[in-house]
């Protein structure tokens, strides 16, 4: 009886001993981010967009008569304007994590085509007409203008990050690289009289541009595998720039006789060399999931993207060909702005 004793001790001593040496399971969020692991990640973006552009108004459609029918008058009524629609656009990227070293690189390429098609039709009220915010050239009363927009748009990338990790729940990425941007404009307004002639203004232009870009992005933990992911960056281009305003029209100016109508009746061109500032914010909830051997994520969030010194208008003054013609230059700020999709996986 008194061996019992001390082989039910060392039995329990045992087990105590084997409890103790029994590794602790890491916690599920303690590498939430792989951030050990050397991998290739895919990225697909959807992208639904506009662009919001200012001094695009073509017609002043009037809503009370005019204070007099032979005197001289300044606008009156509604400012009808230019718009582009939602559109869809693509962005594909393509990036490297080192893991031991804690940076990345990354290429990406986006591509939108964005158009817009407006038009407004004379009033009914007498005394009240449709009139042009451009030269309508053709004489009698306008029954209708037309407006027609499209934007083509190019961005490639190629960023090189180091990547943070403050705590499991917390990845910063602080961002930075070469850029280039091809993009182009063409704006088309159309008037018609009511004798059925018709003025066309052709309002183009092109940037071709490279610079750097520097930013960071973010991913925060909330729980279930949920995050809030958000972006910011700034850049600075140089390229080229090529302006052009076109008109053209198929019945003699009013006032005027002996046009030879095959010659445009305006036809300006600007060519340089610019700067433009652009600055890029995402926000938006995103489902990050690891796996065995793989992590995904889908981000569905609203960016916003801005350009400075693109968007400009020439007007000019009119005369004879040998008489000043004084330019009238209206200029704003391009943004593109809309929802964005993103799958994106390592493999």
């Given at each position: 009886m008194r061996w019992i004793i001390p082989i039910f001790a060392c039995y329990f001593a045992l087990q105590a001993a084997e409890k103790r040496a029994e590794p602790t399971p890491p916690p599920f969020d303690a590498d939430l981010f792989r951030k050990d692991e050397q991998v290739f990640s895919g990225h697909v973006?959807?992208?639904?967009?506009?662009?919001?552009?200012?001094?695009?108004?073509y017609t002043l459609k009037m809503n009370t008569p005019a204070p007099g029918t032979g005197s001289a008058n300044y606008a009156q009524g509604h400012f009808q304007t230019a718009s582009y629609n939602f559109d869809p656009g693509m962005r594909l990227a393509l990036s490297f994590y080192r893991?031991?070293?804690?940076?990345?690189?990354?290429?990406?390429?986006?591509?939108?085509?964005?158009?817009?098609?407006?038009?407004?039709?004379?009033?009914?009220?007498?005394?009240?007409?449709?009139?042009?915010?451009?030269?309508?050239?053709?004489?009698g009363n306008l029954v209708e203008a037309k407006s027609h927009l499209h934007f083509n748009y190019n961005i490639f990338d190629m960023l090189i990050a180091r990547v943070f990790n403050p705590n499991p729940h917390l990845r910063i990425r602080m961002i930075g690289g070469p850029t280039t941007a091809w993009m182009s404009q063409q704006w088309i307004v159309r008037y018609l009289n009511n004798s059925h002639k018709n003025s066309r203004i052709n309002n183009r232009w092109t940037y071709a541009a490279g610079g750097l870009k520097f930013g960071t992005t973010i991913d925060w933990y909330w729980g279930e595998d949920v995050y809030i992911a958000a972006a910011?960056?700034?850049?600075?281009?140089?390229?080229?720039?090529?302006?052009?305003?076109?008109?053209?029209?198929?019945?003699?100016?009013?006032?005027?006789?002996?046009?030879?109508?095959?010659?445009?009746?305006?036809?300006?061109?600007?060519?340089n060399i610019r700067p433009s500032f652009t600055a890029q914010m995402s926000l938006g909830p995103c489902w990050e999931k690891n796996y065995k051997n793989a992590r995904t994520e889908l981000f569905a969030g609203y960016e916003i993207t801005v350009w400075t010194n693109l968007q400009e208008l020439y007007h000019s003054t009119s005369g004879t060909p040998s008489e000043t013609k004084e330019t009238w230059i209206n200029a704003g700020m391009l943004a593109l702005h809309g929802v964005t999709l993103r799958l994106s996986a390592d493999f």
């Amino acid at each position: 009886m008194r061996w019992i004793i001390p082989i039910f001790a060392c039995y329990f001593a045992l087990q105590a001993a084997e409890k103790r040496a029994e590794p602790t399971p890491p916690p599920f969020d303690a590498d939430l981010f792989r951030k050990d692991e050397q991998v290739f990640s895919g990225h697909v973006e959807f992208l639904y967009w506009t662009i919001e552009e200012p001094d695009l108004d073509y017609t002043l459609k009037m809503n009370t008569p005019a204070p007099g029918t032979g005197s001289a008058n300044y606008a009156q009524g509604h400012f009808q304007t230019a718009s582009y629609n939602f559109d869809p656009g693509m962005r594909l990227a393509l990036s490297f994590y080192r893991a031991e070293r804690y940076w990345e690189v990354k290429w990406q390429y986006l591509r939108g085509t964005f158009r817009g098609s407006d038009h407004v039709a004379a009033p009914d009220g007498s005394g009240e007409f449709l009139t042009g915010t451009w030269p309508q050239i053709i004489g009698g009363n306008l029954v209708e203008a037309k407006s027609h927009l499209h934007f083509n748009y190019n961005i490639f990338d190629m960023l090189i990050a180091r990547v943070f990790n403050p705590n499991p729940h917390l990845r910063i990425r602080m961002i930075g690289g070469p850029t280039t941007a091809w993009m182009s404009q063409q704006w088309i307004v159309r008037y018609l009289n009511n004798s059925h002639k018709n003025s066309r203004i052709n309002n183009r232009w092109t940037y071709a541009a490279g610079g750097l870009k520097f930013g960071t992005t973010i991913d925060w933990y909330w729980g279930e595998d949920v995050y809030i992911a958000a972006a910011g960056s700034a850049g600075l281009l140089m390229g080229s720039y090529h302006n052009q305003a076109k008109q053209t029209t198929d019945a003699q100016p009013a006032g005027g006789s002996g046009y030879n109508l095959a010659i445009p009746l305006r036809n300006a061109k600007l060519e340089n060399i610019r700067p433009s500032f652009t600055a890029q914010m995402s926000l938006g909830p995103c489902w990050e999931k690891n796996y065995k051997n793989a992590r995904t994520e889908l981000f569905a969030g609203y960016e916003i993207t801005v350009w400075t010194n693109l968007q400009e208008l020439y007007h000019s003054t009119s005369g004879t060909p040998s008489e000043t013609k004084e330019t009238w230059i209206n200029a704003g700020m391009l943004a593109l702005h809309g929802v964005t999709l993103r799958l994106s996986a390592d493999f």
